[in-house]
């Protein structure tokens, strides 16, 4: 029995779930990787169909690895960005905040 459909169907989670950034289900798809992997080996060694298949799986898991690696550096930069600005944010809050003293009734 060919195991290459399967690896493929492992492949296709993980570059999918990079693409629209969907990290829970990159997650559970990484979560999966190796329990479905250690079934799919088990008793017997890959043919060159499905070793070509690992070797595009490990290139699909790179990429996702890549594109979280990327998001987290956006939401670092981000992060930092509100830090440094902060104090900025805080006085355009208070500026615009009413005079209790001029409104009340």
């Known amino acids: 029995m060919d195991r290459s459909r399967s690896i493929e169907a492992l492949a296709t989670a993980l570059q999918d779930a990079g693409a629209r950034a969907d990290w829970d289900a990159l997650g559970r798809a990484v979560r999966e990787l190796g329990p479905r992997l250690q ?5 017997r060694a890959w043919s060159a169909p499905e070793r070509a298949a690992v070797a595009r799986l490990r290139g699909a898991h790179e990429g996702a690895q890549a594109a979280a690696a ?4 956006q ?6 960005d509100m830090r440094v600005n902060k104090e900025g944010w805080m ?15």
């Open 39 to 43: 079934a799919l080996s088990a008793g």
């Open 70 to 73: 990327a998001a987290s550096a």
């Open 75 to 80: 939401l670092q930069a981000r992060l930092d």
């Open 91 to 105: 006085a355009y809050a208070l500026a615009g905040e009413p005079d209790s003293g001029h409104n009340a009734q």
